[in-house]
Structure formats: C-alpha cells, structure tokens
C-alpha cells in the first residue's frame, strides 16, 4: 500500500503561469515532508522542505503548503519557467521516535511540462 | 554538483557477472542510503547506513549486498542479478541525526542486467 501519493502523473503549465503539484499521504505518522527536482539522467535534487508544525514554507518562486488535517502537501511554483520542466517528487519522513532511521518514502512522481 | 558523487553511472552486466556500484560523499554526513528506480515507480529505499552502522534493509534480496566502510563510502555489491533488477540505482547522504533530515542524492548509476 503506497503511504505517499501523487495521483496527476503529468501536468502541463504555460510559462508565467502558476504550477500547483500535489501529494496525499496516509500515515499521520510522518512529521517532515519535502520535495525533490529531477531531471532525465540525473539524481534528485532537493527543493524545499516543511515540518508538521507548519503549514506553509516559501524559498524564491516555490511554496509548499502543508493541510495535516486533509493529509494533503501542495507545492506551488509562480512563475513558472520552462526550466522548471521536470519530474517532481514528494517525500515523507516519519516522526523521531518511531523507528525513524531517517527513511523518506517518495510518491511517484509528476511530470511537469511548462510550455514557453 | 559534486557533494554525492556515484561510479559507475552506467553498467551492464551478466546475471552471473559480480560487480560493485560506488557512492562518495562530500558533504560531511553521517548517513547514507542506496534507492531503487524502477521505470514509472517510486524511488524505493534499499538500505539505510547510519555513522557506518546498517540501520535499515529494507527486505532487499541478498544478491544485493551493501558495504559502508566509513561514512564517507558506500558500495552496492551486486551478484547473480535478474532482469527485473535492472534500474536506476541511487545513492544518498544526509545529517543522520534521526530526525528531520534532508537527503542529497547523487546522478545515479543505470544498471541493465541482461
């Protein structure tokens, strides 16, 4: 059964417009959720984190908002830029305390296409 | 970037073939991790190396074989591999302070078993 969640396998955005990515989770276990970047033929790079104590953490163009209630992240990138085009990973990492050995589980990930 | 560093970054190899895939990193961590990519799923943790130390396997079939000499290193024996173990293996580091604790992935090697 897969704890972490990204249902729009692909997602398709004019440039200057915003991208909205989502990722669902099930287990009210997790306390820190990221997001990760990747290129074809490429690792993932790290783009921007938030903890359960917080509900929205912003760097430059991207905002990730996080509804604990809803067990729902968002990232969102305004504008958006053809370089942005992607494939885009969330990822959650369970409280400390847990068994936490510092384990992400990863979505599957959402192709994001931003047309010039 | 150079912080986590992987070799090779494509290997083919026979299903009675023995090789090692190699990960270094640069970026004083205590933790490292090898994933797996399969085509259209998620990345899927393999193991976890916390201060040299496993810490996690996660059920990997024992052809798969992890060494972490210190915490600068990690090596991916692989022997006797199936098909189906072709994919994108990654590599990771992070703190490892058991916490919140972001991880930096390296390119990756690409395996095809034939």
């Known amino acids: 059964d897969q704890q972490v969640k990204q249902n729009s396998p692909s997602l398709s955005v004019q440039e200057g417009r915003i991208s909205i990515l989502n990722c669902d989770y099930t287990n009210s276990m997790f306390d820190y959720f990221l997001w990760y970047k990747k290129y074809p033929a490429e690792g993932p790079t790290f783009l921007i984190s938030i903890s359960s104590i917080k509900d929205k953490n912003e760097d430059g163009r991207f905002t990730v908002f996080l509804n604990k209630s809803a067990k729902h992240l968002s990232l969102h990138i305004v504008p958006s830029q053809p370089g942005d085009s992607a494939v885009y990973f969330c990822?959650?990492?369970?409280?400390?305390?847990?068994?936490?050995?510092?384990?992400?589980?990863f979505g599957q990930g959402t192709t994001l296409q931003v047309k010039p | 970037e150079t912080g986590v560093t992987q070799t090779p970054r494509h290997l083919v190899m026979g299903m009675t073939n023995k090789k090692s895939l190699k990960c270094e990193q640069h970026?004083?961590?205590?933790?490292m991790y090898w994933y797996k990519q399969s085509a259209k799923k998620p990345l899927e943790l393999m193991f976890v190396y916390n201060f040299k130390e496993q810490t996690e396997n996660n059920s990997v079939p024992s052809r798969f074989s992890p060494e972490c000499p210190n915490s600068s290193h990690l090596f991916l024996h692989l022997h006797t591999l199936q098909p189906e173990d072709s994919a994108l293996y990654l590599c990771a580091s992070s703190q490892g302070r058991g916490g919140p604790d972001t991880q930096y992935f390296g390119p990756g090697t690409r395996l095809t078993v034939l």
């Open positions: 970026l004083g961590h205590n933790a």
């Open positions: 990822a959650a990492s369970p409280v400390i305390g847990s068994g936490n050995t510092g384990k992400l589980i």
